[in-house]
Each structure stands twice: as structure tokens, then as C-alpha cells.
């Protein structure tokens, strides 16, 4: 049941969690709800989430991010980037507690509300602010297994910010638009060049209805 809004806050009910959820985050599954209401509450008032997102945050947002979690291997250090609200970073997290997990964001206040989150959930999360191509985040994060990014750049631009943070056989795994998917084809000799391999469109989260979404994964090579 979904808990009420506040009075004459004017924002949405938080939506409650739908049965998949149940499945995809197990016994984190409260730790998932207690972060859907901040996004639905916190995020939506501090501008990080759009009102209108929140009838949909689970399908298009949480567990959408959390449908990555088949294209990591067990036991990885991840690094989030340009993680905003925390997506897909959290959400991968809540669903895969053998990962360790950086959240990297530029802006204070959306540093400040993962800040906030991390803390709330108690998990052992670093939040790292700044951009993924400055030397002070390589620095704090260092070489990671697998990066993950939602809608932050184009992947010729998200290949030179991130490879910096990347070891050699470390994968990308970015969630991309329909019109970056289409146009993959035509990137693959600028990214090739840029040292990624293997790169190729995979579907994930086959079984979470609306909530599918296919993802650009690729690996940097050895040079």
C-alpha cells in the first residue's frame, strides 16, 4: 500500500513496490522502498527527480537500474558515474550486495542527498565528488572491474571520460536511448580506436515487464 503524501504538500503518494521487486532485491527489498520515498519525496523537491516520474519511479527508474545487475560479474568494484540520484548505482547495489560500490557526481546537492542516502541505508558506499576524467576522483576511486553510467554522455565521450578509471579487461556497461542504440553501429571504429572491444547492445531484466531496458556493455583492451 502506498504511503500517503503529505498534507498539501502537493507531491504524489509514494509509489508502492510492485511484486518483482520482491524478487530482484530480496531482503533489501525495504532498503529499495525506503529509497523510492526519497526519491519521491526529497528527490522530487530538491529538483533531482520530475514529478511526473513519480507514478513510474520503480519501472522506469529503480528496477530498470537494477536489471544492470546481469551484466556484472560477482564480486566487483563498481564505479558510478554522473550518478545523480543514484541510478543506476543504488539500485545495482541494493540488488547486488557482493559489489563494492563508488558513486561519483559533480554537483554538491546531489552529492549531498547520496550522501544522505548511503547513510540512511548504511551501507558501505563511497560517494565521491567530482567528474569521472579529473586526476582527484581517479585518485579516490581508482582502477576499477566495471563502470556504469545512465544517460550521461555520448559513449565516444563517456570512452574518454571514464577509461582513466578502467583496468585493462574492465567493462563499461552504459544505459543508453533508443537513438544511441541506433547509431552504436556507425561509433564502433571511434570506440575501437579509444581501446574498448567486445562492444555490443545486451537486454537485461527480460523478466521485469516495463521494466526491461537493453544496455551498451564493452571492455577495454590491454594497450
Known amino acids: 500500500m502506498s504511503a500517503p503524501a503529505s498534507a498539501g504538500s502537493g507531491q504524489p503518494d509514494v509509489p508502492p513496490a510492485p511484486d518483482a521487486a520482491r524478487e530482484v532485491f530480496g531482503a533489501a527489498l525495504a532498503d529499495a522502498e525506503r529509497y523510492v520515498a526519497r526519491l519521491a519525496t526529497d528527490g522530487v523537491t530538491r529538483g533531482l527527480i520530475g514529478p511526473r516520474e513519480v507514478p513510474r519511479l520503480w519501472e522506469r527508474h529503480v528496477l530498470n537500474s537494477a536489471a544492470v545487475a546481469e551484466a556484472v560479474p560477482q564480486g566487483a568494484r563498481v564505479v558510478d558515474v554522473g550518478s ?6 543504488i539500485p ?24 544522505e542516502v548511503v547513510g540512511e541505508l548504511g551501507t558501505p558506499w563511497q560517494v565521491v565528488r567530482g567528474r569521472a576524467e579529473e586526476r582527484s576522483v581517479r585518485t579516490a576511486v581508482g582502477r576499477v ?53 567486445e562492444v555490443h547492445a545486451r537486454a537485461v531484466g527480460a523478466g521485469l515487464g516495463d521494466a526491461a531496458t537493453t544496455v551498451v556493455v564493452m571492455t577495454r583492451g590491454a594497450r
Open 92 to 115: 545495482l547495489g541494493l540488488a547486488r550486495p557482493d559489489l563494492a560500490l563508488t558513486l561519483v557526481e559533480p554537483m554538491a546537492r546531489r552529492v549531498e542527498f547520496l550522501e
Open 84 to 89: 545523480g540520484a543514484g541510478l543506476p548505482g
Open 145 to 197: 572491474d566495471v563502470v556504469t553510467a545512465r544517460a550521461v554522455a555520448a559513449l565516444p565521450r563517456l570512452v574518454a571520460w571514464c577509461r582513466g578509471l578502467m583496468r585493462p579487461g574492465a567493462q563499461l556497461v552504459a544505459l543508453v536511448g533508443a537513438r544511441a542504440l541506433e547509431e552504436l553501429p556507425s561509433l564502433l571504429p571511434e570506440l575501437e580506436a579509444a581501446g574498448m572491444r
